[in-house]
């Protein structure tokens, strides 16, 4: 199955808790998510910032994050999350379904971009073309916050999931700091899923 069909499927079944276990561990979740990601906006953003959210799923995200900018564009594959999204009375975001090409957006739109535990769910033979989309709908020079699930075992996906390392990732979108987990290999457990934040604050 391919991954669109894979999610829009996943989503008419769980909802938007899909991929965070309970509904508790959903709400747990989602507002640490907000927590780290509101201290890391304020750091490297302002109020007059343009944020993209890619793989926004319901805008659980975008909605409390766009108190802290000028507004938030989401873009997501399943047209159910994106509706879901859009049906919050919010005008400081607004959330578009990702289709195949470009992003509707022009180069340079944008101050900066997250994704989170959105890129290691893209096949290693589309994740190039989606990272160049990202970077330049990114203003040069701009920021982008990559909070992902990470593994030296990049040739060996699970299922729905294409790991790739912190060294990979920078691959794709140049020099990066991680500001939270080790990007390692364990010699228990080369397979164990790590989450890093990664920062690239130079997008080109």
């Known amino acids: 199955m391919h991954m669109k069909e894979y999610w829009i499927s996943r989503f008419k079944s769980q909802g938007p808790t899909m991929v965070e276990g309970t509904p508790s561990e959903y709400e747990t979740r989602t507002k640490q998510k907000v927590a780290l990601l509101s201290g890391l906006i304020k750091m490297h953003f302002t109020k007059k910032s343009l944020l993209l959210d890619y793989g926004c799923c319901n805008g659980r995200l975008a909605h409390p994050l766009s ?39 022009r180069t340079g739109f944008f101050s900066g971009a997250y994704a989170i535990t959105t890129l290691a769910h893209v096949p290693h033979d589309e994740i190039g073309q989606v990272a160049q989309e990202i970077k330049r709908v990114v203003r040069k020079n701009g920021i982008m916050i990559l909070y992902e699930n990470v593994s ?53």
Do not use: T
């Open 152 to 204: 030296y075992w990049i040739e060996k996906p699970k299922s729905h999931m294409f790991f790739r390392s912190v060294k990979k990732y920078a691959e794709l979108f140049g020099p990066c700091e991680v500001i939270e987990g080790v990007d390692k290999p364990r010699p228990d457990d080369l397979m164990k899923e790590e989450h890093v934040v990664m920062i690239f604050r130079n997008l080109k």
């Open 67 to 105: 108190e802290l900018v000028q507004k938030v564009y989401g873009v997501d594959i399943v047209p159910d999350a994106i509706a879901m999204a859009k049906a919050v009375d919010n005008k400081k975001a607004d959330f578009f379904l990702l289709e195949e090409g470009p992003l509707p957006f």
